[in-house]
């Protein structure tokens, strides 16, 4: 069973549009999440990290949070082309190692 | 500041070759990693060390050995390369792996291919 689940895409979404980008978790106790932005051919960059259930917002981004369902999000509001990357999720464990999902490649069309 | 760092960014090698991946951080962070990322299978984890003087496995670390030379460098050696190893290889840093806030910082990245 997969630790975090992503899904691969492409997603593809017009300019202006609000992409929205899913993961889940299997480990219940697991208190950190990570978003990472990648750029082909580049290194995972961090875009923005929530601990507690709800919503945070950091400029365009929003990444939501419901522990309940194991689940977090990240929704990037007026998608801009400069947005196309693969985006990945990392949930850091109880045992304390950070797992990654295998990342969800987001195309927005200009 | 230069953040993570890693040499060679490229190399390719014969099977059977060995070669060392160096990293070096110059953010005073007490942990360093070592990442493999395949197409399709994310980052996985091959070795990491918590602290200076000490190294741990992760999920993926057969055909690899690794030495934190200080607290700046952490280094990964493949002894005898195999195909399967081709992969890019990423080392990151954080502040103290354990705590639930920490926040890892990715180097360039080196593109490795073995033939």
């Known amino acids: 069973q997969k630790e975090v689940e992503q899904n691969s895409g492409p997603l593809s979404v017009p300019e202006g549009a609000i992409a929205s980008l899913n993961c889940t978790y299997s480990?219940?106790?697991?208190?950190?999440f990570f978003w990472y932005r990648q750029y082909s051919g580049k290194s995972p960059e961090l875009i923005m990290f929530?601990?507690?259930?709800g919503d945070k917002e950091d400029g365009r981004f929003t990444a939501q949070l419901n522990k309940a369902s194991q689940y977090v999000s990240l929704l990037i509001r007026d998608s801009q082309p400069s947005d196309s990357a693969t985006y990945l999720c990392?949930?850091?464990?109880?045992?304390?190692?950070?797992?990654f999902g295998a990342g969800t490649r987001l195309t927005v069309k200009p | 500041n230069a953040g993570v760092t890693q040499t060679p960014k490229f190399q390719v090698l014969k099977t059977g070759q060995s070669m060392t991946l160096q990293c070096a951080q110059d953010?005073?962070?007490?942990?360093m990693y070592w990442y493999r990322q395949d197409p399709g299978m994310g980052l996985r984890l091959i070795y990491y060390?918590?602290?200076?003087?000490?190294?741990d496995k992760g999920e993926v670390p057969n055909g690899y050995n690794v030495s934190r030379l200080n607290k700046r460098e952490f280094s990964l050696r493949l002894e005898s390369a195999a195909p399967s190893q081709t992969s890019v290889y990423f080392c990151?840093?954080?502040?103290?792996?354990?705590?639930?806030?920490?926040?890892?910082?990715f180097g360039p990245g080196t593109r490795l291919t073995v033939l």
């Open positions: 480990d219940r106790g697991s208190q950190s």
């Open positions: 953010m005073n962070h007490n942990s």
């Open positions: 990392a949930v850091y464990f109880v045992r304390g190692d950070m797992r």
């Open positions: 990151a840093s954080s502040v103290h792996r354990g705590e639930s806030t920490d926040t890892q910082y």
């Open positions: 929530i601990y507690s259930n």
């Open positions: 060390s918590a602290s200076e003087g000490t190294t």
